[in-house]
Protein backbone atom coordinates (compact mmCIF):
# COMPACT_ATOMS: atom_id res chain seq x y z
CA UNK A 1 0.00 0.00 0.00
CA UNK A 2 0.97 3.68 -0.60
CA UNK A 3 2.37 5.75 2.18
CA UNK A 4 0.01 8.22 3.75
CA UNK A 5 1.64 11.82 3.52
CA UNK A 6 1.00 15.64 3.47
CA UNK A 7 -0.74 15.45 6.42
CA UNK A 8 -1.21 18.04 9.03
CA UNK A 9 -0.57 16.71 12.30
CA UNK A 10 -3.55 19.01 13.58
CA UNK A 11 -5.45 17.09 10.86
CA UNK A 12 -7.39 13.71 11.49
CA UNK A 13 -6.67 11.13 9.13
CA UNK A 14 -9.45 9.56 7.37
CA UNK A 15 -9.06 6.80 4.78
CA UNK A 16 -11.40 5.86 2.92
CA UNK A 17 -12.01 1.82 1.83
CA UNK A 18 -15.11 1.39 0.63
CA UNK A 19 -15.92 3.06 -2.98
CA UNK A 20 -19.52 1.34 -3.18
CA UNK A 21 -21.94 4.47 -2.69
CA UNK A 22 -20.94 7.97 -3.65
CA UNK A 23 -24.00 9.48 -1.52
CA UNK A 24 -23.08 8.04 1.59
CA UNK A 25 -19.64 9.21 0.94
CA UNK A 26 -20.25 12.76 0.00
CA UNK A 27 -22.93 12.97 3.51
CA UNK A 28 -20.32 11.57 5.72
CA UNK A 29 -17.26 14.20 4.39
CA UNK A 30 -19.78 17.00 4.86
CA UNK A 31 -20.15 15.74 8.48
CA UNK A 32 -16.43 15.40 9.19
CA UNK A 33 -16.29 19.55 7.62
CA UNK A 34 -18.60 20.89 10.03
CA UNK A 35 -17.30 23.30 12.53
CA UNK A 36 -16.92 21.94 15.75
CA UNK A 37 -17.09 23.89 18.96
CA UNK A 38 -20.01 24.71 20.88
CA UNK A 39 -20.86 28.06 18.55
CA UNK A 40 -19.15 26.15 15.21
CA UNK A 41 -15.92 28.78 16.31
CA UNK A 42 -13.57 25.78 15.44
CA UNK A 43 -12.42 24.95 11.91
CA UNK A 44 -12.77 20.79 11.13
CA UNK A 45 -9.14 20.12 10.12
CA UNK A 46 -9.47 16.50 8.13
CA UNK A 47 -7.01 14.81 5.80
CA UNK A 48 -8.43 12.72 3.97
CA UNK A 49 -7.18 9.48 1.62
CA UNK A 50 -9.80 8.99 -1.35
CA UNK A 51 -7.93 7.23 -3.80
CA UNK A 52 -9.29 4.11 -5.16
CA UNK A 53 -5.91 1.96 -4.67
CA UNK A 54 -7.52 1.57 -0.65
CA UNK A 55 -10.71 -0.37 -1.77
CA UNK A 56 -11.07 -3.23 0.29
CA UNK A 57 -8.17 -2.64 2.38
CA UNK A 58 -8.21 -4.54 5.29
CA UNK A 59 -7.63 -2.48 8.66
CA UNK A 60 -3.94 -4.00 9.33
CA UNK A 61 -3.16 -2.76 5.98
CA UNK A 62 -4.17 0.95 6.61
CA UNK A 63 -2.33 0.85 10.16
CA UNK A 64 0.93 -0.58 8.39
CA UNK A 65 0.85 2.98 5.91
CA UNK A 66 0.00 4.72 9.24
CA UNK A 67 2.33 3.66 11.62
CA UNK A 68 4.73 5.07 9.21
CA UNK A 69 3.34 8.71 10.74
CA UNK A 70 5.40 8.69 14.51
CA UNK A 71 3.04 11.48 14.91
CA UNK A 72 -0.14 10.06 14.60
CA UNK A 73 -1.82 8.50 17.06
CA UNK A 74 -5.16 7.42 15.52
CA UNK A 75 -6.85 6.55 11.97
CA UNK A 76 -10.04 6.91 10.92
CA UNK A 77 -11.54 4.27 8.20
CA UNK A 78 -14.55 5.21 5.94
CA UNK A 79 -15.18 1.28 5.66
CA UNK A 80 -18.14 -0.45 3.57
CA UNK A 81 -20.03 -0.31 7.52
CA UNK A 82 -19.41 3.89 7.86
CA UNK A 83 -20.74 4.24 4.66
CA UNK A 84 -23.87 1.55 5.30
CA UNK A 85 -24.36 2.81 8.89
CA UNK A 86 -26.80 5.59 9.82
CA UNK A 87 -24.52 7.95 11.96
CA UNK A 88 -21.59 6.91 9.42
CA UNK A 89 -19.74 5.61 12.25
CA UNK A 90 -16.12 5.36 11.48
CA UNK A 91 -13.73 2.37 12.31
CA UNK A 92 -10.69 4.53 14.99
CA UNK A 93 -8.04 2.52 14.96
CA UNK A 94 -4.96 2.92 17.03
CA UNK A 95 -1.60 3.32 15.21
CA UNK A 96 0.27 2.65 19.21
CA UNK A 97 3.87 1.19 18.29
CA UNK A 98 4.27 -2.17 19.88
CA UNK A 99 7.85 -2.50 19.44
CA UNK A 100 8.83 -1.38 23.02
CA UNK A 101 9.88 -3.38 25.41
CA UNK A 102 7.63 -4.10 28.18
CA UNK A 103 7.81 -4.93 31.83
CA UNK A 104 7.28 -8.30 32.10
CA UNK A 105 4.79 -7.49 35.08
CA UNK A 106 2.42 -4.95 32.34
CA UNK A 107 3.63 -7.80 29.48
CA UNK A 108 1.45 -10.61 31.42
CA UNK A 109 -1.60 -8.06 31.90
CA UNK A 110 -1.55 -7.16 28.63
CA UNK A 111 -1.79 -10.73 27.88
CA UNK A 112 -4.99 -11.67 30.34
CA UNK A 113 -6.94 -8.42 29.06
CA UNK A 114 -5.41 -6.54 25.95
CA UNK A 115 -6.62 -3.24 25.28
CA UNK A 116 -9.52 -2.19 22.88
CA UNK A 117 -7.30 -1.28 19.13
CA UNK A 118 -10.27 -0.05 17.77
CA UNK A 119 -14.11 1.65 17.99
CA UNK A 120 -16.60 3.35 15.92
CA UNK A 121 -17.31 6.91 16.19
CA UNK A 122 -19.44 9.16 14.77
CA UNK A 123 -17.80 11.94 12.21
CA UNK A 124 -18.84 14.93 14.92
CA UNK A 125 -16.56 12.98 17.67
CA UNK A 126 -13.76 12.60 15.29
CA UNK A 127 -12.18 16.14 15.60
CA UNK A 128 -12.13 15.51 19.74
CA UNK A 129 -10.84 12.11 20.01
CA UNK A 130 -8.12 13.01 16.75
CA UNK A 131 -6.68 15.64 19.39
CA UNK A 132 -7.03 14.08 22.81
CA UNK A 133 -5.27 11.14 21.12
CA UNK A 134 -2.72 13.65 20.02
CA UNK A 135 -2.55 15.21 22.98
CA UNK A 136 -2.31 12.57 24.99
CA UNK A 137 -4.67 13.58 27.22
CA UNK A 138 -7.23 10.57 26.87
CA UNK A 139 -5.90 6.87 26.55
CA UNK A 140 -6.96 5.10 23.07
CA UNK A 141 -8.73 1.62 25.59
CA UNK A 142 -10.98 5.15 27.18
CA UNK A 143 -12.62 5.90 24.41
CA UNK A 144 -13.03 2.24 23.52
CA UNK A 145 -14.44 1.97 26.49
CA UNK A 146 -17.26 4.44 26.28
CA UNK A 147 -18.05 3.43 22.78
CA UNK A 148 -18.89 -0.18 24.25
CA UNK A 149 -21.12 1.43 26.85
CA UNK A 150 -23.68 2.32 23.98
CA UNK A 151 -25.79 -0.05 23.06
CA UNK A 152 -24.59 0.13 19.16
CA UNK A 153 -21.17 0.53 20.78
CA UNK A 154 -20.34 3.59 18.84
CA UNK A 155 -18.80 6.65 20.38
CA UNK A 156 -21.10 9.82 19.86
CA UNK A 157 -18.85 11.80 22.49
CA UNK A 158 -16.94 11.73 25.43
Known sequence: MPDITGRDEYAA???RTAYDDEQS????LDEL???????????ALVHVVDDPVWAG???????????RDEDLAVVFLADATALRSAPHALLALDVGYEDEVLDPEYYRELI???PARE???VPAAVHDVHANLQLANVGFDEF???AAAHPDRVLRSF
Open 112 to 114: ESP
Open 25 to 28: WLAL
Open 144 to 146: AKE
Open 57 to 67: AAPADVLAAAR
Open 119 to 121: FRT
Open 13 to 15: LIV
Open 33 to 43: GRPRGDGGESE
